[in-house]
């Protein structure tokens, strides 16, 4: 396994990775040329939804090369559940793969240089989505903070629910049956994040925080000032 997620890691980040720049470079020096300006104020998210055209198109073999890379950190992790170096390598790739033109692949200072793209496709949605799964998984927390379980209470109820389905009439759960219902309890109500002491998987969530909240900031400021509610407007006009 150490020597597959070697030449698995090698590939992306020699081969794919600056693929994946290249091809986002070719789309911003598009995206500068469709709207008549060589610094750029780029493409609004209103523009690019109409401007089918000027979508940003994945390339279908660095698509599959990618999913290769994929896959081969779930079959090691299936194996190896707490390894959380993979976790670590496999969150940095769909981050990139999640990235917005204008977003760092590999988490340096954005590029505004062309504008903002803000149009979120399907793909950016499946990274993020695989993404936050991880995170609940490994760090027992959703993106916005909470819990992946609410409370103990509700942890403990669905640890209980399980036993108890399991006693027969004399109160006395069988081994066979303890073993079918566990399975079926999700692994946080046991484990509560399986990677907790991981600083670099919590660095790696607050970077994808941050970068939620920054998507958050560009949609909102992208909306015509029409839309905006002028109440909540500071004095200075913020």
């Not at 986002?24 to 709207?35: E, Q, V």
């Not at 949605?125 to 936050?132: C, G, L, V, Y």
């Amino acid at each position: 396994w150490e020597a597959i997620m070697t030449e698995c890691m090698s590939l992306y980040r020699t081969q794919l990775l600056p693929k994946m720049e290249e091809e986002r470079s070719s789309f911003k020096m598009m995206s500068a040329s469709a709207t008549g300006t060589g610094t750029g104020t780029g493409m609004s998210a209103s523009t690019a939804s109409s401007a089918g055209g000027m979508m940003m198109r994945r390339n279908d073999e660095l698509e599959r090369k990618l999913d290769w890379v994929e896959s081969c950190h779930g079959h090691l992790l299936h194996y190896f559940p707490y390894t959380a170096c993979y976790y670590q390598s496999v969150i940095e790739v769909l981050l990139a793969r999640g990235a917005l033109p204008f977003e760092s692949l590999t988490g340096g200072e954005d590029d505004f240089g062309f504008g903002v793209h803000v149009q979120i496709m399907d793909w950016h949605k499946i990274a993020d989505a695989k993404i936050e799964r991880i995170f609940e998984h490994v760090l027992g927390v959703k993106m916005d903070g909470a819990s992946a379980f609410s409370s103990r209470e509700e942890k403990d109820n669905i640890i209980n629910t399980a036993s108890d389905a399991d006693t027969n009439g004399s109160g006395n759960a069988s081994i066979e049956k303890d073993a079918v219902s566990f399975t079926s309890i999700p692994p946080q109500a046991l484990l509560g994040g399986m990677c907790t002491s991981s600083i670099d998987l919590w660095l790696l969530y607050i970077r994808k925080r941050s970068r939620d909240a920054k998507r958050q900031a560009l949609l909102y400021h992208s909306e015509p000032t029409s839309t905006i509610d002028k109440t909540k407007l500071t004095p200075e006009g913020e």
